[in-house]
């Protein structure tokens, strides 16, 4: 696994994904051991942050910000309606950087920075930004064109699948990079792709994921937040392998997936607290990739057995050439 490094100076964040969510009341972490600051800093997701993926993934993020910089910090869900309703309410509460951890909130938050201009908005994903509103996207599309050269090398079939909850454009580009690893590596293989409506419903990505297999799938990759233990419990059942995604999710007690595409994003959530708390934020677009060890993909080592030598070797040389520029993984522009 590749250590996190120290990340340069960003103008901004942009992530990406959906789901729904909506509870009233803001939970706040405990447990800084930095000294006590005067910032600070509110956290929007569309889902659970127990969903060891997407959401955990911000949370932690704000649990480190917590940790070194002794802010003080909340966090809720917050969709559709909802998000202009929350962030205005920590705003007016004096909160000086409000995340939104998705796609879905940079509109909302362009339209209400301008009415809280001392207050930093930053979304995990959009292109849309003003002097206090910023994104960053993780190009986690890096590590889904990796899996899909995995699955394609590995499959006995010549079938994969995505499975996904909300079709938002940050979801949508990932499946477009896993479709392009996998034809990198077996042209012409048969890629499958479905959207559930719901990152928090678990049946509907489980009959999903059994529909796709039913179709001769026998790898399988999420986009799914908490709704992805669904794709890994219909995977353990029909003895298919499973793709984890954003977290290390290779440990999950299904037993089924195989590697995981991950975001580390942590980093990127504290240096951009820092940079509020200096005073030296600047609204933009932020794209953070393997080169800044924010991305990686890991086989997981219980099943490494499992993948062949030669292929091992040919994610590894694939990585470097990512890290190096001599590839460019295709995404979306949205």
């Excluded at 394609?152 to 454009?169: I, Q, W």
């Amino acid at each position: 696994m590749m250590k996190p490094v120290r990340m340069l100076p960003l103008l901004a964040l942009v992530f990406a994904f959906g789901c729904s969510g909506g509870d009233k009341t803001p939970t706040e972490t405990t447990g800084s051991t930095a000294a006590k600051s005067n910032l600070k800093v509110a956290l929007l997701t569309p889902g659970p942050v127990s969903d060891s993926g997407w959401n955990a993934m911000a949370y932690k993020g704000l649990q480190e910000i917590q940790k070194e910089l002794g802010a003080e910090v909340n966090n809720q869900e917050a969709l559709d309606a909802k998000i202009k309703d929350a962030a205005r309410t920590y705003a007016q509460q004096g909160y000086k950087l409000i995340f939104g951890h998705g796609f879905e909130y940079n509109k909302p938050f362009m339209e209400i920075g301008k009415d809280f201009p001392d207050t930093i908005f930053v979304s995990s994903s959009g292109s849309e930004t003003g002097a206090n509103v910023g994104a960053f996207r993780f190009y986690l599309e890096q590590g889904f064109y990796l899996a899909g050269m995995m699955g394609a090398k590995m499959s006995k079939t010549g079938t994969l699948a995505m499975v996904g909850g909300d079709e938002v454009p940050s979801i949508k580009s990932t499946f477009t990079a896993f479709k392009a690893g996998a034809e990198a590596a077996k042209p012409g293989i048969k890629v499958i792709q479905v959207f559930t409506g719901s990152g928090q419903d678990v049946a509907k990505a489980k009959q999903a994921t059994l529909d796709a297999i039913s179709q001769g799938a026998d790898f399988v990759i999420h986009q799914a937040n908490a709704a992805a233990q669904g794709v890994f419990d219909a995977c353990k059942e029909k003895g298919v392998y499973a793709f984890g995604a954003n977290a290390d999710q290779n440990d999950n007690p299904s037993g089924a997936v195989i590697a995981s595409a991950i975001s580390r994003g942590e980093s990127a959530f504290v240096e951009v607290a820092k940079q509020v708390e200096g005073g030296t934020f600047r609204g933009g677009v932020a794209l953070m990739g393997m080169d800044k060890g924010v991305i990686d993909f890991i086989i997981n080592p219980k099943m490494a057995d499992k993948v062949p030598a030669d292929l091992k070797s040919l994610i590894e040389e694939t990585k470097a050439k990512i890290v190096k520029g001599e590839l460019t993984v295709p995404k979306d522009e949205f």
